[in-house]
């Protein structure tokens, strides 16, 4: 007895058999029938608890909901960042199934050592045009690599679409290369994106555990993974195709491109510099939530 109450992990004909030790005959079939009306049914394990979860975590969701809502009403650009699992390029397995005549071979073990290299995808949903953006890394998963991957979509989708939009809003996780609290994050922002695009950017942050609810995830990334199930990466350019042509019904397109660049890790970005930034904290949660302006134009 448990918190879920009485419970096993018996299957139907064992169940069955126990109960003919006490003298009970009754088939599995009738086993599964009694269950039901029992309100017994067969569960997996569900997760929904979440010990580091913040007490604002409801708020933040709601302040979440309200800016998204104010930007779209203003026809303001809105996108969903984050980086995928990073992936072996090479021979290995792929999880999923294809339709063939035989199986392909690939390598037994997925050992780092026999990889060409490390795909890093880090991806862009533009969440009001369903479009999606990849830039595919090579070197490590850093704030300016992240920075120069959101340069590259306002260059190329983002001003075309929204060509006068004064403000961008970022929807972003609470951890890694695009954290709440990453200083080289909020600085390659400024430098790159809103000082020479004269772009008021505003970054909104999910609390931790609750990347599942970013759309990236659930919008664009889920959709790449159902696009190359069962196709091993066996290099770069495979990677960048298969994301490239991942199409859904709902009309999402995919663009992607490769940056070999080598991006340097563990920059220490000192207060001094930090001070320098037009970086303004939302009076909520300002630990998750603010707005970065150019610097040439703010009075």
């Known amino acids: 007895m448990g918190r879920r109450g009485m419970w096993t992990g018996k299957h139907l004909r064992a169940i069955s058999r126990e ?12 086993v599964r029938r ?22 604002h975590r409801d708020q933040q969701f ?6 998204r809502q104010q930007f779209s009403q203003s026809a303001y650009p809105i996108i969903s960042v984050d980086t995928k699992k990073k992936e072996l390029v090479g021979q290995f397995k792929n999880s999923g199934r294809v339709w063939s005549r035989t199986p392909l071979l690939v390598q037994d073990h997925d050992f780092r050592s026999q990889a060409q290299g490390l795909a890093i995808p880090y991806g862009i949903y533009d969440v009001q045009a369903n479009r999606g953006r990849v830039v595919v890394g090579t070197s490590h998963d850093t704030p300016l690599f992240a920075v120069e991957a959101l340069c590259q979509w306002w260059r190329r989708e983002g001003c075309r679409r929204y060509p006068d939009a004064p403000e961008l809003l970022i929807l972003a996780d609470s951890g890694g290369s695009n954290g709440a609290r990453c200083r080289a994050w909020k600085l390659a922002l400024q430098q790159k994106l809103v000082d020479p695009y004269q772009l008021a950017v ?3 942050h999910y609390p931790s555990g609750a990347s599942k609810w970013n759309p990236v995830e659930h919008r664009l990334f ?14 770069y350019s495979t990677i960048v195709r298969l994301i490239g ?3 859904t ?6 663009r992607c491109s490769l940056n070999t660049q080598d ?7 000192p207060e001094a510099q930090m001070r320098e930034l037009d970086l303004v904290k939302h009076p909520f949660l300002p630990e998750w939530n603010c707005t970065l302006f150019p610097r040439t134009t703010r009075n």
């Open 202 to 204: 505003t970054v909104c």
């Open 263 to 269: 991006y340097p890790t563990k920059i220490k970005i």
């Open 245 to 247: 042509s991942t199409r």
């Open 19 to 30: 109960l003919a030790r006490l003298g009970l005959r009754v088939c599995p079939n009738t």
């Open 62 to 67: 709601r302040y979440l909901t309200y800016h």
């Open 249 to 254: 019904e709902t009309g999402l397109l995919v």
């Open 34 to 55: 009694l269950l039901g009306q029992l309100d017994y049914a067969l569960h997996a394990n569900r997760k929904s608890l979440c010990p580091n979860s913040s007490p």
């Open 222 to 235: 889920s959709e790449i993974s159902k696009h190359w199930a069962g196709q091993p990466l066996t290099d």
